[in-house]
Protein backbone atom coordinates (compact mmCIF):
# COMPACT_ATOMS: atom_id res chain seq x y z
CA UNK A 1 0.00 0.00 0.00
CA UNK A 2 1.16 3.71 -0.41
CA UNK A 3 1.46 5.94 2.18
CA UNK A 4 2.66 9.21 3.21
CA UNK A 5 2.90 10.60 6.37
CA UNK A 6 4.18 13.80 7.98
CA UNK A 7 6.14 14.29 11.71
CA UNK A 8 4.46 17.44 11.71
CA UNK A 9 0.88 18.67 12.42
CA UNK A 10 1.88 22.30 12.77
CA UNK A 11 4.93 24.58 12.98
CA UNK A 12 5.39 27.70 14.21
CA UNK A 13 8.33 29.75 13.65
CA UNK A 14 9.33 33.84 13.37
CA UNK A 15 10.79 35.09 11.00
CA UNK A 16 13.87 34.27 9.55
CA UNK A 17 14.52 30.90 11.01
CA UNK A 18 14.76 28.05 8.93
CA UNK A 19 12.36 25.46 9.14
CA UNK A 20 12.20 21.86 7.79
CA UNK A 21 9.22 19.88 6.88
CA UNK A 22 9.24 16.50 6.82
CA UNK A 23 7.63 13.91 4.52
CA UNK A 24 7.69 9.93 5.00
CA UNK A 25 6.16 7.78 2.61
CA UNK A 26 5.49 4.03 2.01
CA UNK A 27 5.83 2.06 -1.23
CA UNK A 28 6.91 -1.21 -3.02
CA UNK A 29 7.39 0.19 -6.39
CA UNK A 30 10.74 1.02 -7.17
CA UNK A 31 9.98 3.67 -9.55
CA UNK A 32 7.57 6.60 -8.21
CA UNK A 33 7.46 10.19 -7.98
CA UNK A 34 7.32 12.75 -4.69
CA UNK A 35 5.88 15.90 -4.65
CA UNK A 36 5.27 19.16 -2.26
CA UNK A 37 2.54 21.60 -2.77
CA UNK A 38 1.52 24.62 -1.23
CA UNK A 39 -1.67 25.70 0.01
CA UNK A 40 -2.05 29.45 1.27
CA UNK A 41 -4.80 30.78 2.96
CA UNK A 42 -6.19 31.69 -0.14
CA UNK A 43 -7.10 28.39 -0.27
CA UNK A 44 -5.28 27.32 -3.80
CA UNK A 45 -3.14 24.32 -4.45
CA UNK A 46 0.35 25.87 -5.73
CA UNK A 47 2.61 23.00 -7.08
CA UNK A 48 6.08 23.39 -5.90
CA UNK A 49 8.37 20.50 -7.13
CA UNK A 50 8.25 16.67 -8.51
CA UNK A 51 10.92 14.52 -7.80
CA UNK A 52 11.73 10.98 -9.38
CA UNK A 53 13.03 8.45 -7.47
CA UNK A 54 15.96 7.52 -9.62
CA UNK A 55 17.08 11.20 -8.83
CA UNK A 56 18.68 11.74 -5.88
CA UNK A 57 20.46 15.04 -5.83
CA UNK A 58 19.10 17.21 -3.10
CA UNK A 59 17.42 20.29 -4.95
CA UNK A 60 17.61 23.79 -4.09
CA UNK A 61 15.39 26.59 -5.32
CA UNK A 62 15.73 30.10 -3.96
CA UNK A 63 14.82 29.83 -0.06
CA UNK A 64 13.33 26.43 -0.92
CA UNK A 65 15.56 23.26 -1.26
CA UNK A 66 14.36 19.26 -1.15
CA UNK A 67 16.43 16.18 0.65
CA UNK A 68 15.01 13.24 -0.56
CA UNK A 69 16.77 10.26 1.07
CA UNK A 70 15.49 6.87 -0.22
CA UNK A 71 17.33 5.08 2.41
CA UNK A 72 15.22 6.42 5.33
CA UNK A 73 11.88 7.08 2.69
CA UNK A 74 12.36 10.62 3.18
CA UNK A 75 11.72 13.65 0.86
CA UNK A 76 12.36 16.53 3.30
CA UNK A 77 11.26 20.07 2.54
CA UNK A 78 13.57 23.25 4.10
CA UNK A 79 13.01 26.96 3.92
CA UNK A 80 15.69 28.74 4.39
CA UNK A 81 14.86 32.32 6.04
CA UNK A 82 11.67 31.84 6.29
CA UNK A 83 8.97 34.76 5.43
CA UNK A 84 5.30 35.23 6.43
CA UNK A 85 4.02 34.62 3.37
CA UNK A 86 5.51 30.87 3.80
CA UNK A 87 2.64 30.47 6.18
CA UNK A 88 0.47 28.01 4.35
CA UNK A 89 -0.18 24.01 4.91
CA UNK A 90 2.30 22.31 2.89
CA UNK A 91 1.08 19.10 1.12
CA UNK A 92 3.77 15.74 0.32
CA UNK A 93 2.28 13.51 -2.52
CA UNK A 94 4.04 10.08 -3.72
CA UNK A 95 2.48 8.75 -7.39
CA UNK A 96 3.51 5.37 -8.47
CA UNK A 97 2.54 4.03 -12.19
CA UNK A 98 -0.88 3.55 -12.56
CA UNK A 99 -2.28 4.63 -9.26
CA UNK A 100 -3.90 7.48 -7.81
CA UNK A 101 -1.58 10.46 -6.23
CA UNK A 102 -1.16 9.98 -2.38
CA UNK A 103 -1.76 12.84 -0.73
CA UNK A 104 -0.13 13.24 3.43
CA UNK A 105 -2.52 14.77 5.71
CA UNK A 106 -0.61 18.70 5.44
CA UNK A 107 1.63 20.54 7.62
CA UNK A 108 0.86 23.91 8.42
CA UNK A 109 3.41 26.14 8.86
CA UNK A 110 3.08 29.45 10.88
CA UNK A 111 5.76 31.99 10.13
CA UNK A 112 5.17 35.19 12.91
CA UNK A 113 6.57 38.57 12.32
CA UNK B 1 -2.27 30.80 -12.39
CA UNK B 2 -2.16 26.81 -13.22
CA UNK B 3 -4.18 27.49 -16.50
CA UNK B 4 -7.03 24.90 -14.95
CA UNK B 5 -10.14 27.21 -14.26
CA UNK B 6 -12.97 26.34 -11.87
CA UNK B 7 -16.91 27.66 -11.71
CA UNK B 8 -18.31 28.69 -9.62
CA UNK B 9 -16.02 29.69 -6.59
CA UNK B 10 -18.49 29.64 -3.97
CA UNK B 11 -21.83 28.43 -3.97
CA UNK B 12 -24.23 27.72 -1.23
CA UNK B 13 -27.32 25.82 -1.48
CA UNK B 14 -29.48 23.58 0.91
CA UNK B 15 -29.20 20.23 2.04
CA UNK B 16 -30.91 17.79 -0.42
CA UNK B 17 -30.38 20.34 -3.47
CA UNK B 18 -27.99 19.47 -6.73
CA UNK B 19 -25.61 21.20 -7.95
CA UNK B 20 -22.79 21.28 -10.85
CA UNK B 21 -19.23 22.35 -10.25
CA UNK B 22 -16.91 22.25 -13.79
CA UNK B 23 -13.22 22.75 -14.41
CA UNK B 24 -11.86 23.53 -17.68
CA UNK B 25 -8.06 21.58 -17.31
CA UNK B 26 -4.79 23.29 -18.85
CA UNK B 27 -4.40 23.56 -22.57
CA UNK B 28 -3.25 20.16 -23.41
CA UNK B 29 -3.92 18.10 -20.57
CA UNK B 30 -5.96 14.90 -21.06
CA UNK B 31 -6.28 14.15 -17.48
CA UNK B 32 -8.95 15.58 -15.22
CA UNK B 33 -9.24 15.01 -11.35
CA UNK B 34 -11.37 15.72 -8.39
CA UNK B 35 -10.96 16.43 -4.84
CA UNK B 36 -12.68 16.83 -2.24
CA UNK B 37 -11.13 18.67 1.00
CA UNK B 38 -13.24 19.35 4.33
CA UNK B 39 -12.63 21.38 7.41
CA UNK B 40 -8.87 20.98 8.31
CA UNK B 41 -8.70 17.64 6.34
CA UNK B 42 -6.59 16.40 3.72
CA UNK B 43 -7.33 15.52 0.21
CA UNK B 44 -9.49 13.12 -0.71
CA UNK B 45 -9.33 11.80 -4.43
CA UNK B 46 -12.64 11.56 -5.79
CA UNK B 47 -12.51 10.43 -9.45
CA UNK B 48 -10.41 11.05 -12.33
CA UNK B 49 -11.03 11.37 -16.25
CA UNK B 50 -9.03 10.52 -18.77
CA UNK B 51 -9.55 11.79 -22.44
CA UNK B 52 -13.19 11.45 -22.24
CA UNK B 53 -13.34 8.29 -20.11
CA UNK B 54 -13.48 7.32 -16.48
CA UNK B 55 -9.96 6.58 -15.28
CA UNK B 56 -10.18 6.05 -11.59
CA UNK B 57 -11.98 5.97 -8.59
CA UNK B 58 -11.81 6.81 -5.07
CA UNK B 59 -13.81 7.45 -2.18
CA UNK B 60 -16.87 9.15 -4.47
CA UNK B 61 -20.23 8.42 -3.36
CA UNK B 62 -22.89 7.21 -4.97
CA UNK B 63 -24.85 10.81 -4.85
CA UNK B 64 -21.66 12.44 -6.75
CA UNK B 65 -21.01 11.63 -10.48
CA UNK B 66 -18.53 13.39 -13.14
CA UNK B 67 -18.33 13.44 -16.48
CA UNK B 68 -15.51 14.86 -19.23
CA UNK B 69 -16.88 16.43 -22.38
CA UNK B 70 -15.22 16.09 -25.43
CA UNK B 71 -13.60 19.41 -25.42
CA UNK B 72 -12.07 17.93 -22.15
CA UNK B 73 -13.78 20.07 -19.33
CA UNK B 74 -15.38 17.99 -16.42
CA UNK B 75 -17.88 18.47 -14.52
CA UNK B 76 -19.00 16.86 -11.13
CA UNK B 77 -22.47 16.90 -9.87
CA UNK B 78 -23.41 16.72 -6.18
CA UNK B 79 -26.91 15.49 -5.70
CA UNK B 80 -29.44 14.78 -2.48
CA UNK B 81 -27.24 16.94 -0.21
CA UNK B 82 -26.20 16.79 2.78
CA UNK B 83 -24.57 18.79 5.66
CA UNK B 84 -21.48 16.67 5.76
CA UNK B 85 -21.19 17.46 1.58
CA UNK B 86 -19.64 21.02 2.65
CA UNK B 87 -16.34 21.20 1.20
CA UNK B 88 -13.56 22.92 -1.18
CA UNK B 89 -13.86 21.05 -4.30
CA UNK B 90 -10.50 20.61 -6.61
CA UNK B 91 -9.99 20.06 -10.00
CA UNK B 92 -6.77 19.04 -11.17
CA UNK B 93 -5.26 18.31 -14.54
CA UNK B 94 -1.87 16.55 -15.94
CA UNK B 95 -0.79 15.76 -19.25
CA UNK B 96 -0.63 12.13 -18.49
CA UNK B 97 -0.04 11.64 -22.13
CA UNK B 98 1.41 8.19 -21.08
CA UNK B 99 -1.41 7.39 -18.90
CA UNK B 100 0.79 6.68 -16.10
CA UNK B 101 -0.82 8.95 -13.66
CA UNK B 102 2.56 10.04 -12.56
CA UNK B 103 2.54 13.48 -13.97
CA UNK B 104 2.43 16.71 -12.19
CA UNK B 105 -1.48 17.76 -10.77
CA UNK B 106 -2.03 21.37 -11.94
CA UNK B 107 -4.73 22.29 -9.14
CA UNK B 108 -7.71 24.72 -9.98
CA UNK B 109 -8.54 27.64 -7.54
CA UNK B 110 -11.03 25.28 -6.01
CA UNK B 111 -15.35 25.85 -5.87
CA UNK B 112 -16.31 26.31 -1.92
CA UNK B 113 -19.47 24.28 -1.20
CA UNK B 114 -21.44 25.20 1.42
CA UNK B 115 -24.51 22.81 2.43
CA UNK B 116 -27.20 24.68 4.31
Known amino acids: AQKVTRAQTEISVVEKEDVTLDCVYE???????LFWYKQPPSGELVFLIR??????QNEISGRYSWNFQKSTSSFNFTITASQVVDSAVYFCALSTYGQNFVFGPGTRLSVLP | DSGVTQTPKHLITATGQRVTLRCSPR?????VYWYQQSLDQGLQFLIQYYNGEERAKGNILERFSAQQFPDLHSELNLSSLELGDSALYFC???????????????FGPGTRLTVL
Open chain 1, 27 to 33: TRDTTYY
Open chain 2, 92 to 106: ASSVDEQGSNTDTQY
Open chain 2, 27 to 31: SGDLS
Open chain 1, 51 to 56: RNSFDE
